[in-house]
């Protein structure tokens, strides 16, 4: 049993069969102007859970997390978050259910230190992560707490942008391809952070191109290809399925 899968049982009381779906997709289709970018996806990530988004760039991964919270204008299908259908609701009341979404560009406010950045956030969803648990998450930022965001390194900007979506009170994650471009040392860090989060009981989506980083971690990985989810792998069966990941995700 894996610990997402321990910790749905001691916060649920059920067994593995009766875990809270913190998202269920079901038939999801979803259109930039006329071009169909998403044919029917269907997934389902229970409380607690880590699980990754993996395929070749143009295989709708990016594009599953906008239209989760409501960032793509024409979606058909359904989308629950917490038990409640979101597929016609606007982002800011996706978000107030605690929904949080890390995109690839950060979206930090470059002019702001540090301690801005974090102060800005509103409170969408329970209590927001107090800004000294933050530091003590992250020790670079406060050792840059006066720096503007156009100080920071590229891997601080992405401690950052993920710090500012804990301050906000979200425990549904979505977070894409934030390890691209950084340090080891970096992603290293952010590893051990996404572990704290995951014990915590927290529900993490992973767009990633680094599977080591996230094999080491998910409880589960989705494998897109052309729109559509096109194998499920789950923790135990990496080894058994590996020719799956030769097929979808060799360049």
Same mark, same amino acid.
């Given at each position: 049993?894996?610990?997402?899968?321990?910790?749905?049982?001691?916060?649920?009381?059920?067994?593995?069969? &009766?875990?809270?779906?913190?998202?269920?997709?079901?038939?999801?289709?979803?259109?930039?102007?006329?071009?169909?970018?998403?044919?029917?996806?269907?997934?389902?990530?229970?409380?607690?859970?880590?699980?990754?988004?993996?395929?070749?760039?143009?295989?709708?991964?990016?594009?599953?997390?906008?239209?989760? =919270?409501?960032?793509?204008?024409?979606?058909?299908?359904?989308?629950?978050?917490?038990?409640? &259908?979101?597929?016609?609701?606007?982002?800011?009341?996706?978000?107030?259910?605690?929904?949080?979404?890390?995109?690839?560009?950060?979206?930090?406010?470059?002019?702001?230190?540090?301690?801005?950045?974090?102060?800005?956030?509103?409170?969408?969803?329970?209590?927001?992560?107090?800004?000294? &648990?933050?530091?003590?998450?992250?020790?670079?930022?406060?050792?840059?707490?006066?720096?503007?965001?156009?100080?920071?390194?590229?891997?601080?900007?992405?401690?950052?942008?993920?710090?500012?979506?804990?301050?906000?009170?979200?425990?549904?994650?979505?977070?894409?391809?934030?390890?691209?471009?950084?340090?080891?040392?970096?992603?290293?860090?952010?590893?051990?952070?996404?572990?704290?989060?995951?014990?915590?009981?927290?529900?993490?989506?992973? =767009?990633?191109?680094?599977?080591?980083?996230?094999?080491?971690?998910?409880?589960?990985?989705?494998?897109?290809?052309?729109?559509?989810?096109?194998?499920?792998?789950?923790?135990?069966?990496?080894?058994?399925?590996?020719?799956?990941?030769?097929?979808?995700?060799?360049?």
């Amino acid at each position: 049993m894996s610990a997402a899968q321990g910790h749905a049982r001691e916060i649920g009381g059920a067994d593995a069969a &009766e875990r809270i779906a913190e998202i269920h997709i079901a038939d999801l289709h979803a259109y930039y102007g006329e071009s169909h970018a998403l044919h029917g996806i269907d997934m389902t990530v229970h409380r607690g859970e880590l699980v990754t988004l993996l395929g070749r760039n143009g295989a709708g991964r990016s594009t599953t997390l906008r239209a989760i =919270v409501g960032l793509i204008g024409r979606r058909t299908g359904s989308i629950r978050l917490k038990g409640e &259908e979101v597929i016609a609701r606007p982002p800011h009341a996706i978000a107030h259910l605690g929904v949080g979404y890390c995109p690839e560009e950060r979206g930090i406010f470059a002019s702001l230190s540090v301690e801005e950045n974090l102060m800005l956030p509103p409170v969408v969803a329970g209590g927001g992560m107090a800004v000294a &648990e933050i530091y003590e998450m992250f020790p670079n930022l406060a050792e840059r707490r006066r720096s503007p965001g156009t100080r920071l390194s590229g891997g601080e900007q992405q401690m950052l942008a993920m710090a500012r979506i804990l301050r906000t009170g979200a425990d549904v994650l979505l977070l894409d391809e934030i390890t691209e471009g950084l340090a080891p040392v970096i992603v290293e860090k952010l590893a051990e952070v996404l572990g704290v989060l995951k014990a915590r009981g927290y529900t993490i989506v992973l =767009v990633e191109q680094n599977f080591r980083f996230a094999a080491a971690m998910a409880d589960r990985h989705f494998i897109m290809d052309h729109g559509h989810v096109a194998e499920v792998v789950e923790a135990a069966e990496l080894e058994a399925k590996a020719h799956v990941f030769e097929e979808y995700l060799s360049v």
